[in-house]
């Protein structure tokens, strides 16, 4: 079984429509988080839930909302996407902040 | 917020060659950790150190946590073909309301067999 996963993998859409996508955890952690890897590999927190709480918000756009509806989900929500929210994003799970699990990320290509 | 620096950016090695790596940081860390990308994938944990001076091998790999508390480094013993990917350096502050993980820009590792 699947520790982290996420859905879909990859990702195609155009400019200003709205998109999501899914992660499930079953680890049992209680922190789920969401990542942005850019061209360069650079990897940056975007969110940080910790039962259903969100206790991290960086600064990304309003229009990436994440949601929570039990504590082994977190979804992220897209509205009005943009050339430049093409990458990848990943989804990660700890147990007090410990040891994160990755998922193996969704790609998303803005055209 | 704190920034983390990691070099080399990127490494060609020929196998049975050891490889190191460092993090600094401007900022304390409480926590370190070393991560491996392959293509595709997420990243893995390989190593956590959690206390300042901490030596810690697994396998081929062994890191350290500086003991200023602002820096590490990753070696890798006798590389493989296998060991080619991203590796991350990564450090938490491990506070109740500021645990977030912050992130090397990585150094991408190739090994000529």
């Known amino acids: 079984d699947t520790a982290v996963s996420q859905t879909p993998k990859y990702l195609v859409t155009q400019m200003g429509n709205d998109k999501s996508i899914k992660c499930e955890q079953n680890?049992?952690?209680?922190?789920m988080y969401w990542y942005k890897q850019d061209s360069k590999k650079f990897l940056k927190i975007m969110f940080s839930?910790?039962?259903?709480?969100?206790?991290i918000n960086e600064t990304v756009p309003n229009r990436f909302s994440p949601k929570s509806p039990d504590k082994a989900h977190l979804n992220l929500h897209i509205n009005s996407l943009e050339l430049g929210d093409s990458a990848v994003y990943f989804c990660?799970?700890?147990?007090?902040?410990?040891?994160?699990?990755f998922g193996s990320g969704t790609r998303l290509t803005v055209v | 917020g704190q920034q983390l620096n990691q070099s080399p950016q990127s490494m060609f090695i020929q196998e049975g060659e050891d490889v190191s790596m460092n993090c600094t940081s401007s900022?304390?860390?409480?926590?370190w950790l070393w991560y491996k990308q392959d293509p595709g994938e997420g990243p893995v944990l390989l190593i956590a150190?959690?206390?300042?001076?901490e030596l810690t091998s697994n396998g081929r790999l062994t890191a350290q946590f500086g003991i200023t508390r602002k820096d590490s480094f990753l070696n890798i013993s006798a590389s493989i073909p296998s060991d080619v990917g991203i590796y991350f350096c990564?450090?938490?502050?491990?506070?109740?309301?500021?645990?977030?993980?912050?992130f090397g820009a990585g150094t991408r590792l190739t090994v000529k067999p």
């Open positions: 990660a799970s700890s147990q007090q902040g410990v040891g994160y699990t």
């Open positions: 680890l049992g952690h209680d922190t």
């Open positions: 839930y910790n039962n259903k709480e969100l206790i």
């Open positions: 900022s304390i860390f409480n926590t």
């Open positions: 150190l959690y206390k300042a001076g």
């Open positions: 990564a450090g938490q502050l491990g506070s109740y309301n500021n645990n977030d993980m912050r």
